[in-house]
């Protein structure tokens, strides 16, 4: 028998390289969808250049109120199935989206980064200042640099940056 479905941010998985695509084709279909992107810079023999890549490669977040929406998101081109862990779907907290958005539209926030290990190091502390004033992180200190790292357990992620230092220092919230 089946489960029915909850609302809420289910997490995507889509052929790769189609992250932009899929995103592209759910809005068009009505359907509330985030991808998160971070600006990298990329290389090549002959030029320098900055492009945007997804933070999740694979991944496109989905935002589910019904069956109806389900299999909706599911038909799309390039869609493959919904993450699980075990029985039950990835379901992504709106909090954790909230923590992800925030990370990923600010220019003062710099080496976005995801990691699949659990650090082992370093202090919890809360961001007392700017745009990511309240947010709660685990900082590692590496060449001078206060780097943050925000877990986002539903779906067993943590995503590093570098912050500037003066975020930490303050009590009040200044946005």
Same mark, same amino acid.
């Given at each position: 028998?089946?489960?029915?479905?909850?609302?809420?941010?289910?997490?995507?998985?889509?052929?790769?390289?189609?992250?932009?695509?899929?995103?592209?084709?759910? !809005?068009?279909?009505?359907?509330?969808?985030?991808?998160?992107?971070?600006?990298?810079?990329?290389?090549?023999?002959?030029?320098?250049?900055? $492009?945007?890549?997804?933070?999740?490669?694979?991944?496109?977040?989905?935002?589910?109120?019904?069956?109806? *929406?389900?299999?909706?998101?599911?038909?799309?081109?390039?869609?493959?199935?919904?993450?699980?862990?075990?029985? *039950?779907?990835?379901?992504?907290?709106?909090?954790?989206?909230?923590?992800?958005?925030?990370?990923?539209?600010?220019?003062?926030?710099?080496?976005?980064?995801? !990691?699949?290990?659990?650090?082992?190091?370093?202090?919890?502390?809360?961001?007392?200042?700017?745009?990511?004033?309240?947010?709660?992180?685990?900082?590692?200190?590496?060449?001078?640099?206060?780097?943050? $790292?925000?877990?986002? *357990?539903?779906?067993?992620?943590?995503?590093?940056?570098?912050?500037?230092?003066?975020?930490?220092?303050?009590?009040?919230?200044?946005?």
């Amino acid at each position: 028998m089946n489960k029915p479905i909850k609302s809420g941010w289910y997490v995507l998985y889509v052929r790769s390289r189609h992250e932009k695509k899929v995103e592209k084709l759910l !809005k068009e279909n009505q359907i509330k969808a985030y991808l998160p992107l971070i600006k990298t810079i990329r290389k090549w023999s002959d030029r320098t250049k900055t $492009v945007e890549l997804p933070l999740f490669p694979s991944y496109v977040f989905v935002y589910i109120n019904s069956s109806m *929406d389900f299999y909706k998101t599911l038909s799309i081109e390039g869609t493959g199935a919904c993450i699980r862990f075990g029985s *039950d779907y990835a379901i992504v907290k709106e909090n954790e989206i909230k923590k992800i958005k925030l990370l990923t539209s600010t220019e003062e926030i710099t080496n976005i980064e995801k !990691k699949l290990d659990m650090p082992k190091v370093g202090e919890i502390k809360t961001i007392e200042q700017g745009p990511l004033c309240g947010l709660e992180c685990e900082i590692v200190k590496t060449n001078n640099e206060n780097k943050i $790292v925000v877990r986002i *357990d539903s779906i067993q992620q943590n995503i590093t940056a570098t912050i500037p230092s003066y975020y930490l220092s303050s009590s009040l919230c200044v946005n």
